[in-house]
């Protein structure tokens, strides 16, 4: 298994609070993104992150918001977490291009927001 | 911006039957098409790629077929087994990002 470390696993939340995800990785890969998966749409990127402190939002970024302050960690906040953000979150990462090397995914965090 | 569909989104067959799942791309940019295989409460992991300079890649039982032309690409999988029950994905790539189809629950009946 690629070095991916997703916390927490599972997380349930009240509407209105901020929620933050975090995602490790020891492969020292330059490219890390967070996707969320829902039934009927599949993997939907929220925001990734080509290095230190660059990020670039994704097809669902409204809502979302991310840091990365080290190589190794890629966070994900939900502001004020809304029902429709109950989903559950991957982070992957990658090497370089995603054309040029694969994409790697953790293990997943369930959110549910109630 | 990029759009991939993949169909069809539910797809049952035979033990030992051949299962074919479709990806139609918009973004002619697009040059690397992964697969990716999720069994249930786990995460999608890669099961075979191609890139646009190549037309057809086998790996064992599985192999993905591609049409730059057409923009569509495909994923067969021969004499399929009970291991092979699980939902997949299809992606194309765009500059830094890969996009994904909506998902295939593939069934495989005894």
């Known amino acids: 298994d690629a070095g991916i470390t997703q916390s927490p696993r599972h997380k349930v939340t009240e509407t209105g609070t901020p929620v933050t995800l975090r995602c490790h990785q020891t492969?020292?890969?330059?490219?890390m993104y967070w996707y969320r998966q829902d039934p009927g749409h599949g993997l939907r990127l929220i925001h990734y992150s080509y290095g230190v402190k660059d990020t670039d939002k994704g097809e669902v970024s409204d809502g979302y918001s991310v840091s990365r302050s080290k190589t190794e960690d890629f966070l994900l906040t939900l502001e004020s977490a809304t029902s429709s953000q109950t989903s559950v979150y991957f982070c992957?990462?990658?090497?370089?291009?995603?054309?040029?090397?694969?994409?790697?995914f953790g293990n997943g965090t369930r959110l549910t927001v109630t | 911006g990029e759009n991939v569909e993949q169909h069809p989104s539910t797809l049952s067959v035979q033990e030992g039957d051949s299962a074919v799942i479709k990806c139609t791309y918009s973004d002619s940019a697009s040059n690397y098409f992964p697969w990716y295989k999720q069994e249930l409460g786990k995460r999608p992991q890669l099961i075979i790629d191609i890139r646009s300079n190549v037309g057809e890649k086998k790996d064992q039982r599985i192999a993905v077929t591609l049409n730059k032309t057409a923009k569509h690409f495909s994923l067969h999988i021969t004499e399929t087994q009970p291991e092979d029950s699980a939902v997949y994905f299809c992606?194309?790539?765009?500059?830094?990002?890969?996009?994904f189809g909506q998902g295939t629950r593939l069934t495989i009946n005894p």
């Open positions: 992606a194309a790539s765009i500059v830094q990002k890969l996009v």
């Open positions: 492969e020292n890969h330059r490219y």
């Open positions: 992957a990462i990658s090497e370089s291009l995603v054309n040029d090397s694969p994409l790697h």
